[in-house]
């Protein structure tokens, strides 16, 4: 669905007090991933990483400085119109509906603009009205909705031409917890029942758990980590907590590989590197086990390692393999 190679973009800055100088600037350094039909991908970065200009070359909105991009077998930079039939795309704050009308009235619109059938077109919307809980307000104006509803309206009118493709930004941020699980349940319908390759930018790390099976990580411009979530917590997530219950009270386990952290009663927290399972045999071995469970890292704690710099440095990431 997406093939990025070296791909980058530079832009022309002024400067100084009166801006009289010029100077280049990197946004996108010489990054490479694909996209397969039917992913659902997480696209994550701090401020100013590079992932919205990644997604403006994405969508051809913006012209890459060098290297090849191309998105459902098109060039988007210059076939733009013929990609947006195929695109869908929501940009966080960035409203897309009319804000003086009602939202089946933005909907109307977005019909004739993408000139969709009119049988497909109301088949489309009543799955969308049933699944996001529309009915309530869809003949509310736009500016009178809550930032819940108009998120899922936004939604509605981003899926509303049945893109093959579509690209989130921050599509859950504000949202309450009832209103983002709603969100987040109609994504992971799409992705699996009608096939739809999702990208999704976000700060939420939930967000990215819950649906992502991949991500990329992008810092200064650079393309950091493209992998799994799994793997990356595996290589990078620094030490884990294996937690077991004995059959009776006893001392602190002594254990190759691992330190006992906690004790209460029967129960151990051990500290530890490395396979679990080579652990989990080595505690077996030394005491009598009624249960035991992994804590696993937390991707937050992970990720804000990276963005702070504390895990070596950025090309040692890379998932082996990947370009």
């Known amino acids: 669905m997406i093939e990025v190679e070296h791909l980058s973009k530079r832009f022309v800055v002024g400067s100084g007090r009166l801006r009289g100088k010029r100077q280049e600037v990197d946004a996108v350094r010489d990054i490479s991933f694909r996209v397969e039909r039917g992913e659902l991908l997480g696209y994550l970065g701090p401020n100013g990483a590079g992932k919205s200009t990644t997604i403006k070359m994405l969508t051809g909105i913006l012209v890459p400085s060098g290297g090849r991009v191309v998105v459902a077998g098109l060039d988007p930079s210059r076939r733009r119109i013929e990609l947006a039939q195929r695109i869908g795309a929501m940009f966080g704050q960035r409203i897309q509906l009319w804000w003086d009308l009602p939202l089946q009235d933005s909907f109307d619109l977005l019909r004739h603009i993408y000139r969709v059938p009119l049988d497909r077109y109301e088949r489309t919307l009543s799955r969308f009205r049933e699944v996001l809980e529309l009915d309530e307000f869809l003949e509310t104006p736009v500016r009178q ?7 899922r309206g936004e939604l509605a ?16 941020i504000g949202l309450d917890v009832v209103a983002k699980q709603r969100v987040r349940d109609f994504l992971v319908e799409l992705n699996r029942e009608q096939g739809v390759t999702v990208l999704l930018t976000t700060h939420d790390l939930g967000d990215i758990e819950r649906l992502c099976t991949r991500l990329l990580v992008i810092d200064h411009g650079s393309l950091i980590w493209d992998g799994g979530i799994p793997e990356l917590k595996e290589r990078f997530g620094g030490e884990r907590l294996l937690v077991v219950d004995l059959e009776a009270p006893a001392p602190p386990l002594e254990v190759e590989g691992a330190r006992v952290e906690r004790v209460e009663g029967p129960r151990q927290w051990l500290r530890f590197r490395g396979s679990a399972a080579d652990l989990t045999a080595r505690v077996a071995r030394a005491a009598r086990l009624v249960d035991l469970q992994i804590a696993e890292p937390d991707i937050e704690e992970i990720v804000r390692r990276i963005y702070a710099g504390q895990i070596q440095e950025p090309g040692s990431l890379r998932e082996p393999g990947s370009t």
């Open 145 to 151: 909705l809550s930032l819940g509803q108009r998120i």
């Open 157 to 172: 009118a981003a899926m509303l031409h049945e893109p093959e493709l579509l690209f989130l930004d921050e599509p859950t």
